[in-house]
C-alpha cells in the first residue's frame, strides 16, 4: 500500500477480484458449458456480441484483469521504490498504459460487434 492508492487502490484490487471470479464464472459457463459448442466463427462470435449481455461480459472481464493485475504489478514494484517522484512516474504509466490496453480490447470487439 506504498505511495498513491493507499488504501482505496488495495481495496479496489480485493474488488476487482472478486468480480473477476463472478464474472470469470459467467464467461466459462456460458462459453463453455451452456449452450451448443460449436467451432468459433466470426460469424458466431459477432452474432453472439450482438446481445449487450455478452458486451458487458466481455468489457467488465478486460476492465477487471487489467485493473487487477496492473495494480498488483504497481504493488511490486512499489516493493523495490520509495522516491515520490519514482512511485508517481509507475503509477502513470500503469495507468496509461492499462487505458490503452482497455481502448484497444475495446477496439478489438467492434468489428465482432458490428457483424
Known sequence: ??????????LLQRVAAAGLVVVL?????????A????????AGVSERL??????IVDVALLGLVL???LYGLRSVILDYTTRESAVRA??????????????LGVLALVPFING
Open 50 to 55: 450482438g446481445e449487450v449481455g455478452y458486451i
Open 1 to 10: 500500500m506504498n505511495g498513491a492508492g493507499g488504501i482505496w487502490g488495495w
Open 35 to 42: 449452450g451448443e459448442h460449436a467451432v468459433l466463427t466470426k
Open 90 to 103: 509507475w503509477t502513470v504509466g500503469l495507468w496509461v498504459v492499462g487505458l490503452a490496453m482497455f481502448g
Open 25 to 33: 464464472g459467467i464467461h466459462l459457463y456460458v462459453l463453455h458449458f
Open 67 to 69: 485493473y487487477h493485475a
